[in-house]
């Protein structure tokens, strides 16, 4: 038969540990809620910063003119411009209707990617520029960037082939050639979702063509 003294001793040597247990185990939970306070504070702080940050970027880039579809008056404003702006989309249009299918997207996206300069220049009034840049097939987009032309989208070959194509497929483009972010805290329209974005690609290839040229 089982000593009553040795059982009461074991039972308070249990206690005793299981005591010290959750002891140990309150001070570890204590100290790794104190770690997360400071963590969360130094992650207020660095949050804190990089919207201070973004938002003198911001009145930057309002300050040259972001955030608006511009129409440059002259060949020299346009070097002014991609010397001024690290990321500059230059559209060389005539006054035909795949051009103003063109301007109707990128009236959007320079509202939604103020990280990046949208202007346009009208070509045949622009005989240096265009002839400097191969221009030859209206509309073209000069993708510009740090001053220097890095890329160009033809008409509307990549682009579906037709203007029934949509903003997202031309946004998808741009940022292709990081000329823009297409995700981030510069994008007004980082929330959409990638399944929005396809279905509107297989949306635009059923829309009817028109001659870009």
Not at 1 to 30: F, G, H, R, S, Y
Not at 96 to 122: G, Y
Not at 129 to 148: D, W, Y
Request: aromatic residues 6%; charged residues 35%.
């Amino acid at each position: 038969m089982e000593n009553p003294q040795v059982k009461e001793i074991l039972e308070k040597q249990v206690l005793t540990v299981a005591k010290a247990v959750e002891d140990k185990l309150d001070d570890e939970i204590a100290a790794l809620g104190r770690l997360d306070t400071d963590d969360l504070e130094v992650l207020r702080e660095r949050r804190l910063q990089q919207m201070k940050k973004m938002a003198e970027k911001r009145s930057h880039w309002i300050a040259l003119g972001h955030g608006d579809y511009y129409e440059i008056p002259n060949e020299k404003e346009f070097f002014s411009i991609v010397k001024a702006s690290e990321r500059v989309v230059c559209h060389f249009y005539r006054d035909n209707w795949p051009c103003k299918v063109m301007d109707k997207h990128l009236s959007i996206l320079a509202k939604q990617h103020i990280e990046t300069r949208f202007v346009k220049i009208h070509a045949e009034k622009s005989p240096y520029l265009a002839e400097k840049l191969r221009i030859v097939v209206l509309p073209t987009l000069a993708l510009i960037k740090n001053a220097k032309v890095d890329d160009y989208v033809v008409g509307f070959d990549e682009l579906g082939g037709t203007d029934g194509f949509s903003t997202e497929e031309l946004e998808e483009r741009l940022a292709k050639a990081q000329v823009i972010k297409f995700e981030g805290e510069s994008s007004l329209n980082s929330s959409r979702s990638r399944g929005q974005t396809k279905r509107s690609v297989r949306q635009s290839s059923n829309a009817d063509s028109s001659d870009s040229e």
